[in-house]
């Protein structure tokens, strides 16, 4: 059945790599009907507003949406609701995209490149998956009040509901299933009363549901550490709102480069998924065709993999992304001269 793919560009690289997407979709021969909305930036200037209710309804109706990125110096000045960003924020809350998935694979290709003049970790295969919609990114009460002492105080709220840990935890088992089986659950249940419900709820789920699950509970801040002591002792690690945030940018630099990295933001079954590179607009080098495409052509293997139920399919972009890099096509970011479109071309042919 033909399947609806909504393409929000957005600022900056994100419509370069989008059109190399495009490319993708056409080499497949996917059966999709592509469409294309205005977002963020972009959209403030022609609309007004950085997403406007049209969109959202499209994105509503779509089998998936998937999105370059948003932002730049020219809208960084304004009020939050009329930034870029607030654009982003509406738009997942409207799809309840809850689960957030941040793959961490380091490329075989690139592990010993010393041109990145980085260490990577060879081998890498994490799959991440963070609480996206609640914690203390959205509790309520939350604000900054007058004390009356005269003193100011920033105020936010950390908590989650049992539904709101066992929706996300469900998810993570389900990914596991189709990986080694082991999932780390992360909180800071020694300290926080969300994070002891969330320990809680995800053991009785797994001992509910998932026997086959073998599940591991770990600290934050003991995870923060082992990441970068040992790295490879994890599969899949499901954690908070805040907690995945900052856990998922730590692995994230262990693989390799933002160029590269595809993430996924999930709701009930059915429902739309909301795919997006983990880079932002890169103003730095926007319009200037340097920007790696592979990370929003990893975004779409997602969106096929997850959206579409197209296994096979998700799995063939992926390796077509790794054997265009294993033939030495590289953009600047990965350590070659290679441009957007080349990039793009390079792993259409290898399609
Ligand atoms: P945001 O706040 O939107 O996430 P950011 O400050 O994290 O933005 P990015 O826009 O992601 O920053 O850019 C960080 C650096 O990585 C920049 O130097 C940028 O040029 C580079 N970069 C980001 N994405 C890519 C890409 N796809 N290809 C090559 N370089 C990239
Ligand atoms: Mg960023």
Known sequence: MTKTLL????DGIGSEVTAEVRRIVDALGLDVTLQEARFGGAAIDADGVPVTDETVALALAADAVLMGAVGGPK?????F???PEAGLLRLREAMNVYANLRPARCFAALADASSLKRELVEGLD?????ELVGGVYFGK???IEMLANGERRGLNSHHYTTGQIRRVARTAFELAKGRTGRVCSVEKSNVMEAGL????EVQRLRDEDYPEIELTHMLADNCAMQLVRQPKQFDTILTDNLFGDMLSDEAAMLTGSLGLLPSAALGEAGRPGLYEPIHGSAPDIAGQGLA????AILSLAMAVRHSFGEERTAERIERAVETAI???TRTRDIGGGASTAEMGQAIAAAL
Do not use: C, H, K, Y
């Open 75 to 79: 809208w960084a000045g304004q009020s």
């Open 292 to 295: 790696n495409p592979s990370a």
């Open 141 to 143: 009460p939350r604000g």
């Open 7 to 10: 393409l929000l560009p957005g």
């Open 81 to 83: 609701d009329t930034r």
């Open 126 to 130: 994490i799959m991440f998956v963070r």
């Open 197 to 200: 419900l969330w320990r809680e």
């Open 326 to 328: 294993e033939g030495g």
